[in-house]
């Protein structure tokens, strides 16, 4: 953009590059050249150095050395959200940006941890390790918890670790495995921020706002930001109630306090502004329950099999069961009539699962996988529980499931729609913005080409 239309700026440190070549400014100004030209040397240097209005704003005008991404996750961010209520900083993105025109299409499953990891890398969950929130790893028998920050756990190469590979520096206010040490990424203290949900979302902001007062060879050319919001709401009441827009709401205020305060330091149009979800919300009510104990005169289920029952239902037999054999008589029973719900849920060796899922190349995912319709739940038995709420994990073909995708900076053409996508696409869309030489990964290479514009 033509740096004259930028608003004055709070802050006045400079370590502008261009500044200042008198060839590209006297281009600018005409009239300058020309008095210049035909006035002595010395009224032209107190001219240009003094009076220029042009001169005046390149000086106070902060440059960004490198682009500059910053993604944002809002979890749990539905798409639709953005209809729900007043969001105008939202909007405002989106209208001056690129959108997903249905959304961001999650991976499956579509739970927490393997999509922001997703996100992250690229890869799909079975390649980057992190196929559920909670796991066991059936060699060692560890455990993986949301709190686990061991690297064997975490595979591929997140964009954190990419960046500084590249010599650059990276910032996370939180996100799954940026705690992690990875290559040349040891969560640096200043950049790296130890996960703490009791943070206010506008500390966070403000942080991340501060990276922009450094010296440009120290600004972060990726940052993350993360919102718990609306996910912690919409699984409390659910995704059709009306609390949920107070959270939708309050995640909306953040984004205006970031486009705030990027633009008191004069950056906002050239900070690529990313924001996604990691997966929608559905209501989970009216007593859409399946009780694995009705599967007893079939097969039983013990608990021990079972290391997570919804809505990602997975099932590891001791050694010595024949998997197919228990798969055919779960499906038996399901689709007797006499199990209630049965046929809303199937079960599959994990290597029949649709290929779309892209599910079953891990040790760690179990062998036997349910898939479970929209808004049911599974249990291992009648716990009389009425509960109304809100769930996610189910098959990331649901629409209720896709969350969203806007970009907007530099290289987003302003008003612009975009078929849907998988997030698995963004890894490759930040490393073409950044402009470094991303790991290999399950995106594809010509996607950036497809949603955003040329560089100049
Ligand atoms: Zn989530």
């Given amino acids: 953009m033509d740096p004259a239309t930028k608003k004055p700026l709070i802050s006045q440190q400079s370590d502008n590059n261009s500044f200042q070549n008198p060839n590209s400014s006297s281009a600018r100004s005409p009239s300058i050249a020309l008095i210049a030209f035909s006035a002595s040397f010395a009224f032209f240097f107190f001219f240009f150095f003094v009076l220029s209005p042009v001169n005046q704003i390149d000086t106070s005008a ?26 105008p900083n939202i909007h405002r993105l989106i209208k001056n940006g690129t959108v997903a025109e249905l959304g961001l299409i999650p991976v499956f499953p579509t739970l927490t941890f393997p999509n922001h990891y997703s996100i992250v890398t690229g890869l799909y969950p079975p390649y980057h390790g992190i196929i559920n929130n909670y796991f066991t790893d059936p060699v060692s028998g560890d455990k993986f918890n949301m709190g686990s920050h061991e690297p064997k756990w975490w595979l591929g190469e997140p964009l954190w670790e990419t960046v500084v590979n590249h010599g650059f520096k990276a910032a996370t206010y939180f996100w799954p495995g940026s705690e992690v040490t990875k290559g040349n990424w040891d969560c640096p203290s200043y950049y790296c921020q130890s996960y703490n949900g009791s943070v206010p979302f506008q500390d966070r902001v403000d942080t991340v706002l501060s990276y922009f007062d450094l010296p440009s060879s120290e600004i972060p050319v990726f940052i993350t930001l993360y919102f718990e919001e609306p996910d912690h709401q919409g699984h409390q009441v659910g995704p059709d109630d009306p609390q949920i827009t107070q959270a939708v709401a309050h995640v909306d205020r953040m984004i205006g306090r970031l486009i705030d305060g990027l633009e008191q330091r004069g950056v906002f149009e050239d900070v690529t502004v990313i924001m996604v979800g990691d997966h929608g919300m559905v209501g989970t009510c009216d007593e859409k329950l399946i009780f694995l104990n009705d599967l007893a005169p079939w097969i039983p289920i013990p608990s021990d099999w079972v290391y997570s029952y919804t809505p990602l239902l997975a099932i590891r037999p001791p050694s010595g069961y024949d998997l197919a054999d228990v798969v055919g008589k779960m499906n038996d029973a399901l689709q007797s009539g006499k199990v209630d719900n049965g046929e809303y849920l199937k079960v599959y060796l994990k290597e029949e699962l649709p290929e779309r899922l892209h599910y079953s190349a891990s040790d760690r995912i179990p062998p036997i996988i349910g898939l479970v319709a929209e808004g049911y739940k599974i249990e291992l038995k009648n716990s009389k529980r009425q509960e109304c709420g809100g769930a996610h994990g189910y098959d990331n073909a649901y629409f209720s499931m896709r969350t969203i995708f806007i970009g907007h900076g530099p290289q987003f053409a302003r008003g612009r729609v975009v078929p849907s996508f998988e997030n698995v696409q963004i890894y490759n869309i930040i490393t073409s913005i950044i402009k470094i030489q991303g790991a290999s990964n399950n995106g594809t290479d010509s996607f950036p080409n497809s949603i955003l514009l040329p560089t100049l």
Avoid: A, C, E, M
């Avoid at 960004?64 to 639709?80: A, C, E, M, Q």
């Fill in 62 to 87: 902060r440059r960004l050395v490198n682009p500059v991404v910053i993604l944002i996750s809002s979890d749990g961010f539905r798409f639709g959200y953005q209809y729900k209520t007043h969001t």
